[in-house]
């Protein structure tokens, strides 16, 4: 009915503005603004595992790394503990600038704060739309990074321990998907390796 109509145009515009924020990126994949390909990306692959979806998991997927680049990675301590610091401060501020996006776009309060929520990942093991989410990000990281970061590691061990702490974090599903994509074939084996630990 109307309403099915406007729910969806309500969706496909709030997708529209996430992609739009993150068209600005200046970090490109296969020429492309990454956070624009890993947004759809993740987007894909929650489509993928659950064709049923609700709308605040699809847009958390897409907005997962909403305007990533503001805030580089290097503007915070070398390491471990400053890497936790700053994929916790982006996660809430991808949650934030979410949150308002969706308000903007017509959403309710609570699909704004549900969607805030999934981003920020609290609730993962124990909420399925929150492991859907960790499943689609995963996935899309194996997909669009995993090359970049065996590059920088310079280290198939630390890559294997890497990917063996991402499978453990996925659900039966996800990691049935992770073994499945189509890697370059040394990738592969390292999943494969981490997938039996």
Same mark, same amino acid.
């Given at each position: 009915?109307?309403?099915? %109509?406007?729910?969806? !145009?309500?969706?496909?515009?709030?997708?529209?503005?996430?992609?739009?924020?993150?068209?600005?990126?200046?970090?490109?994949?296969?020429?492309?603004?990454?956070?624009?390909?890993?947004?759809?990306?993740?987007?894909?692959?929650?489509?993928?595992?659950?064709?049923? &979806? *609700?709308?605040?998991?699809? %847009? &958390?997927?897409?907005?997962?790394?909403?305007?990533?680049?503001?805030?580089?990675?290097?503007?915070?301590?070398?390491?471990?503990?400053?890497? %936790?610091?700053?994929?916790? !401060?982006?996660?809430?501020?991808?949650? !934030?600038?979410?949150?308002?996006?969706?308000?903007?776009?017509?959403? *309710?309060?609570?699909?704004?704060?549900?969607?805030?929520?999934?981003?920020?990942?609290?609730?993962?093991?124990?909420?399925?739309?929150?492991?859907?989410?960790? !499943?689609?990000?995963?996935?899309?990281?194996?997909?669009?990074?995993?090359?970049?970061?065996? *590059?920088?590691?310079?280290?198939?061990?630390? %890559?294997?321990?890497?990917?063996?702490?991402?499978?453990?974090?996925?659900?039966?599903?996800?990691?049935?998907?992770?073994?499945?994509?189509?890697?370059?074939?040394?990738?592969?084996?390292?999943?494969?390796?981490?997938?039996?630990?």
């Amino acid at each position: 009915g109307v309403r099915d %109509l406007r729910a969806h !145009d309500r969706l496909a515009a709030a997708l529209a503005a996430i992609d739009e924020a993150n068209t600005a990126d200046p970090n490109t994949l296969a020429g492309q603004p990454l956070a624009l390909v890993e947004g759809r990306t993740a987007h894909g692959w929650t489509m993928r595992l659950d064709p049923t &979806a *609700d709308e605040a998991v699809q %847009l &958390a997927a897409r907005a997962h790394h909403l305007r990533r680049w503001v805030v580089p990675r290097s503007t915070y301590p070398a390491g471990r503990s400053g890497y %936790l610091r700053w994929r916790r !401060d982006q996660q809430r501020r991808h949650a !934030d600038e979410l949150s308002a996006l969706l308000v903007e776009s017509g959403y *309710d309060d609570a699909t704004a704060v549900r969607a805030a929520t999934i981003v920020t990942k609290r609730g993962l093991g124990s909420d399925p739309h929150v492991q859907l989410f960790e !499943d689609a990000v995963a996935l899309t990281f194996l997909e669009t990074q995993l090359a970049g970061v065996r *590059d920088k590691l310079a280290d198939d061990a630390k %890559l294997v321990d890497v990917l063996a702490k991402t499978l453990a974090k996925m659900s039966a599903r996800g990691r049935a998907a992770a073994t499945g994509i189509e890697l370059d074939p040394v990738l592969a084996e390292l999943v494969a390796v981490a997938a039996e630990r």
